[in-house]
């Protein structure tokens, strides 16, 4: 299978007005007609009922979320795949896709509220009888590179195990009918980094499988589906959520804070360190904080769901700390960098923050809470200032350069301003 990777908007094509959409068809040969496309409306959305139209002619109407239409057949050729969604519930894309002969996918997924497109031409040649073909795509914008690992299934590490191949094109392996595998997308260069789990994999003979990844709100992890080539679609969401652990309490005496979610502990830190991101069972609710060990009794409250990434917060001091839980987007911030202020250092009045010298682009961030994320021009040099009340700005010196798509959090730990910037994605 390819799969394509387009634009959100694109002109209209008028002229393909005149080709004549055929009626919707509950399946087909798989044969390969002259000048016919088969096309099928995979509907990848959380929450959208949608309906697209091919170049002004409505073709799948009312496609609930997690829905797979029968094949429509059609004249190749390019169209304007226009998708909406029910009472404007996303907004709508539209984007032109081309369908040669055969058998294509549109695949549609949510990001931020919108819609996105992408399509899968279902062309793979089918294998040797006794073997199955796999293949992994991936149409986030946000994970950035995987190297895709498959392995016998119940495999505990990928230490000793090489990645087939890495999401930057479609790559294919072989399966072997009988056998079950494992499925691991990890982050490029990590053994250990993993956005997503395929668990039990199996083949029919002559069988052939893509497993397309799409993103989700904190932007790390991935969810899936498999789709077998001109058959079913099994749709497989991650599981998991990421939460770390970050410390502003005072940095004399060291006291060390350990946190749990659900059942998973996370990695101790010590201020002003924060912990890395570890996979918890999505749609936690319940988790725990201690401080020099001792519990922490007031705890926000908090479901870390599935395909998010938050951060558990102690500030305060270790005879009284407080506790607060940020949801991050460490969504791709396209070609700017995204630049978000956390105050847990000043407790009168807002904190605000400058880029270049020029009017804060964040204001007024009170003690305790984190401002919405600020796309930022790249920079190899920024200079941002801290803008605080009845203070000099306060020029940031350990400030790495600022990288398109990337994501900054930084955090003002006490009164005098020391902060901590933290490279997030």
């Known amino acids: ?62 496609a609930a979320p997690g829905s797979t239409s029968s094949y429509s057949s059609l004249t190749a050729g390019t169209y304007t795949v226009a998708a909406t969604s029910a009472n404007g519930a996303l907004t709508s894309a539209s984007q032109a896709m081309t369908f040669a002969s055969g058998d294509f996918a549109i695949i549609a997924y949510d990001r931020d509220g919108a819609i996105y497109l992408a399509s899968l031409a279902e062309n793979i040649v089918a294998p040797a009888a006794g073997t199955g073909t796999f293949s992994v795509a991936n149409t986030s914008p946000d994970t950035g590179l995987l190297d895709v690992y498959v392995v016998p299934a119940g495999t505990a590490s990928l230490a000793g195990f090489s990645p087939i191949f890495n999401t930057s094109s479609l790559g294919t392996t072989t399966l072997t009918v009988g056998s079950t595998y494992d499925v691991y ?46 058959g079913a679609v099994t749709f497989s969401p991650n599981p998991f959520a990421r939460v770390r652990l970050f410390s502003a309490l005072p940095q004399a005496g060291g006291t060390a804070i350990v946190a749990t979610v659900g059942t998973t502990t996370l990695p101790t830190v010590v201020a002003p360190v924060q912990g890395s991101y570890t996979p918890v069972t999505g749609g936690a609710n319940t988790y725990t904080v201690t401080v020099g060990g001792g519990a922490v009794a007031t705890l926000p409250a908090n479901t870390f769901a599935a395909g998010g990434d938050y951060t558990i917060l102690v500030y305060g001091t270790a005879g009284s700390p407080v506790v607060t839980v940020l949801t991050d987007n460490n969504q791709s911030a396209g070609v700017q960098a995204n630049i978000r202020l956390v105050n847990v250092g000043v407790t009168s009045g807002g904190l605000a923050l400058s880029d270049n010298f020029a009017s804060p682009v964040i204001t007024g961030v009170a003690y305790g809470t984190s401002s919405g994320y600020v796309g930022v021009p790249p920079a190899a040099s920024p200079v941002i200032q801290i803008l605080a009340p009845s ?16 994501v900054y959090t930084i955090f003002v730990i006490d009164s005098a301003l020391t902060y901590q910037v933290v490279r997030d994605r």
């Open 391 to 406: 203070s000099a700005p306060l020029t940031l010196t350990a400030v790495p350069g600022l990288s398109a798509g990337e």
């Open 185 to 230: 997308a990890v982050a490029s260069g990590s053994k250990t980094d993993i956005r997503y789990k395929l668990a039990g994999l199996t083949t029919a003979s002559a069988q052939v499988q893509t497993l397309v990844l799409t993103g989700t709100p904190g932007g790390a992890l991935a969810n899936g589906m498999l789709i077998i080539q001109a």
């Open 1 to 62: 299978m390819n799969i394509r990777f387009l634009a959100r908007s694109v002109a209209h094509l008028a002229a393909l007005s005149l080709i004549a959409l055929l009626a919707s068809c509950g399946g087909h040969s798989g044969g390969s007609a002259t000048n016919i496309a088969y096309v099928r409306f995979i509907n990848a959305t959380t929450s959208g009922t949608l309906s697209v139209a091919l170049s002004g002619s409505a073709v799948f109407n009312a």
